[in-house]
Each structure stands twice: as structure tokens, then as C-alpha cells.
């Protein structure tokens, strides 16, 4: 089960074909596109009876009936730390600044108008993921954000999303809430961009809709990668990879390390918790998909790091610093032996939405920027106008553009 692997081999096993899927979500699109909230209610039966597709504010309230009043206080303390986090990613509405004596440029931040949030349900729920999703956008300065969870709606993900302040729940859960998003339905208008994690069904509907609705990244089963050498705590490292091989059977963990008796202490670490653990079957099945790479040099083990791209990076070596300086790809980065990752799970204030399966070496995790967009500001006059002027007019011409270059000579001879 614990066992040495090639990283390679490693990155195929978690290599997800989405064609299984693609049939299933393709008639799901299509009747959604076609039957509206009739298909939500329909596709809902499975699980229950839906009357109405919108969540009302009576049911919103009643939710928190169904909590526990600690576990309210700690997701309301969870949001602020969030929110004052992404608070410092918010970018200026806009900036200038003369590049040269009458040439003013900047750029104008906008936030996106409205947006649709994915939250998981089904088997467990996920009020940390409400928090992730919403916070950011509301933060952004997003006018209006409705929020998708499969029916029946966990009370849980309720009170987190009333929290975030997001008021337009609907319930409607796996590829049919992201059609619905992203095409409209009689009770839920269409969004500019979809966020959030999910399933196979989820993450494929938003691919294949990204020509309606933009996205923030595809998304997959979570995964650490743990760089180690000999100053690493083998229970500590056993830990880790114990949580976040319970979140899903499909879940992975590699450890790579410089240290070779390293694996052998971790993997006695694993069977000790291992038999005490509640989730025990689930790890235990997510943990064929694990094991280790011993490396000579902690170069390599960056290297190899970079190769496999993880979701989450932790990082136990004696100088972290220098390792995280020289890391490329990573979701989201745990650095030394006290930065748990279900810290960033749910309360240390950095966001989880993160890019899997080798993703991050081309995605960000879900911040404040996915929700806004740009535009570039020019301010010239006439002493700037002169200045480029010559250059404009010879490469428009170049390139056979000469009404790009009379729009220049007819301001420059005014």
C-alpha cells in the first residue's frame, strides 16, 4: 500500500479521462438547454423531491436551527480571516502613470457583473468551500452571485453561504447546475464565469461550456506532494498524507525526499493511525493511489516537485525558505512542520480552490483576481502624440494599414 514509485508512473495514475463521462454530460447540457428547471427537477428525483428550484429565505434562516452553535461561531470566525487575506489581493480600480512627457497609461480593474459558485454536496458537506467561493467574489466588488449545491442542501452549506452574504441559492447539483449557470433556466439567470470544485460531471460540463460561461481552472481529486529530508518528522508527515487521503478514494499523496530510512518510519506512522482512523476505508483506498521517490539532493527533489505540479506543496526540510524560492509549480504552498494543510482547508485565511492534476503549472488557485477583468487606459496629447507618432505611421504602413495611419497624420495636422 505505502510503496516507492516513479514519478511518471505516479502522474499517468492520476492522469483523468473525462470521455467516460462526455456522453452523460452532453445530454445533461442538453436538457437543460431545452427543458429548464423542469430537467433540475427531474435529474433532482434521485435524491429528492424538488418543488421549488430556489432556496428561500425561510429555509436559509431554519438552517441554522440544524448547527451547532460552535461550529457557526468558528465558520464566521473562518470568514474573517478569509476575507481580510483576499482583502489584500484586491487591485486598484484603476492606476496612471506617465510612461513619458504626454503619454499617460494605466489599467482599470472591473469586477465581474455575475457569477455562479459550485458548492460540493451529496455524500458529505462543504461549508469551507461556500466560504472559499464566495469570499473572493464578494470581495472583488461582484454585484450578483448565486450559489449551486445538489439538493437536498446541507443546513452546513447553508449557514456558510449566509455567512459570505450570498442570498440566490438554488438547489441544483452536478453537470445540470453548471449548464444551468452558464445557459439560464426560468429561475436562474446566466452568469459570466463558474468557480468551484466538484466531480468528474462538473468539472466537464465547465470545460465543455466555457464558449457560454467562462471558468476559473479545471479541477480534480486532491493531492499533496511532501518535500522531506531527515529533519522531517515521520508522524507528522504520516498525518498529513492520513488527511488528505480521506477526502476521496481517488486522492493521492507523494513524498519525495532526500532522506532514504524517511519512507520506512512514515510508513509505520501510517498503519499506527491508519488503524484508528474513522475514514479508514477511504484512505485505505486512496493510498494505493500514494507512495514515495527517495532523490539524492534537495535540487532534485524541487525538480521532481516542479514535474508533478501538486495541488498542495508541503514543505519539511531544515531551510523551507530556500526551497520555497526556488519551487515553480504549486497550487498553494505548507511551509514547516506546523503549516498543516487543513489550515488552508478551512481557517488560516488562504484559499483551497485549487488546480489539481498538474494544473498549477499553468492555473492560480481561486483568489480575487478571477473575479474582475481589465482594460488598458491611454491618455495622450499632442506632445505624446509626436513623440510615437512617426513609429505608428511607419509600421501601419508596413503592414498595409494605411487608414491606421492617416487616423495619426490627420491629428498630428490639426
Known amino acids: 500500500m505505502w510503496k516507492a514509485v516513479e514519478i511518471d508512473a505516479w502522474l499517468r495514475a492520476r492522469t483523468t479521462s473525462l470521455e467516460d463521462a462526455r456522453s452523460t454530460v452532453t445530454g445533461i447540457i442538453g436538457r437543460v438547454q431545452n427543458e429548464g428547471d423542469g430537467a433540475l427537477r427531474d435529474l433532482a428525483k434521485k435524491y429528492c423531491e424538488l418543488e421549488d428550484i430556489a432556496v428561500s429565505e425561510e429555509e436559509r ?3 441554522y436551527d440544524d448547527v451547532d452553535t460552535q461550529v457557526i461561531e468558528s465558520l464566521i470566525e473562518a470568514h474573517a480571516r478569509i476575507e481580510r487575506f483576499h482583502e489584500r489581493q484586491r487591485p486598484r480600480d484603476l492606476w496612471l502613470e506617465e510612461m513619458e512627457p504626454g503619454v ?20 458529505a458537506a462543504y461549508p469551507s468551500s461556500a466560504l472559499m ?30 455567512i459570505a452574504g450570498i442570498t440566490e441559492i438554488y438547489s441544483a447539483g452536478g453537470a445540470q447546475a453548471v449548464a444551468a449557470m452558464a445557459l439560464g433556466t426560468e429561475s436562474i439567470k446566466p452568469v459570466q464565469k463558474i468557480v468551484g470544485p466538484g466531480n468528474v460531471y462538473v468539472t466537464l ?16 481529486p486532491s493531492e499533496i506532494g511532501i518535500i522531506a529530508d531527515a529533519t522531517a518528522s515521520p508522524a507528522i508527515v504520516a498525518a498529513d498524507i492520513l488527511a488528505q487521503s480521506e477526502h476521496d478514494p481517488n486522492a493521492a499523496c507523494i513524498l519525495i525526499t532526500t532522506d532514504p530510512s524517511l519512507p520506512a518510519k512514515v ?4 498503519e499506527k493511525m491508519l488503524a484508528v482512523a474513522p475514514r479508514r476505508e477511504i484512505i485505505t483506498e486512496s493510498l494505493k493511489n500514494s507512495g514515495y521517490k527517495v532523490v539524492a539532493s534537495i535540487e532534485e527533489a524541487i525538480a521532481a516537485s516542479d514535474v508533478v505540479a501538486p495541488e498542495h506543496l508541503s514543505i519539511q526540510v531544515a531551510d523551507p525558505l530556500s526551497v520555497v524560492t526556488r519551487v515553480r509549480n504549486a497550487g498553494a504552498i505548507f511551509v514547516g512542520k506546523y503549516s498543516a494543510v487543513a489550515c488552508g482547508d478551512y481557517a488560516v485565511g488562504t ?29 495622450i496629447d499632442r506632445d505624446g502624440l509626436e513623440a510615437i507618432g512617426d513609429i505608428v505611421e511607419t509600421i501601419a504602413e508596413a503592414e498595409g494599414l494605411f487608414a ?3 487616423s495619426v497624420k490627420v491629428r498630428r495636422q490639426g
Open 61 to 63: 434562516e431554519a438552517a
Open 404 to 406: 491606421h495611419s492617416q
Open 351 to 379: 484559499n483551497h480552490v485549487l488546480p489539481t492534476a498538474g494544473y498549477s503549472k499553468m492555473y492560480s488557485g481561486l483568489d480575487v483576481q478571477h473575479f474582475c477583468k481589465t482594460a488598458s487606459v491611454e491618455i
Open 267 to 270: 510508513g509505520k506512522e501510517i
Open 133 to 162: 467561493c464566495a469570499v473572493p467574489a464578494k470581495v472583488a466588488g461582484v454585484k450578483e452571485i448565486c450559489a449551486c449545491s445538489p439538493p437536498p442542501i446541507k443546513p452546513l452549506t447553508l449557514v456558510a453561504l449566509d
Open 205 to 220: 460540463a465547465k470545460m465543455m461550456l466555457r464558449e457560454k460561461v467562462e471558468i476559473d481552472f479545471p479541477a480534480g
Open 104 to 123: 499617460v497609461l494605466g489599467i482599470k480593474t472591473t469586477a465581474l457583473n455575475r457569477v455562479g459558485i459550485y458548492v460540493p454536496g451529496g455524500r
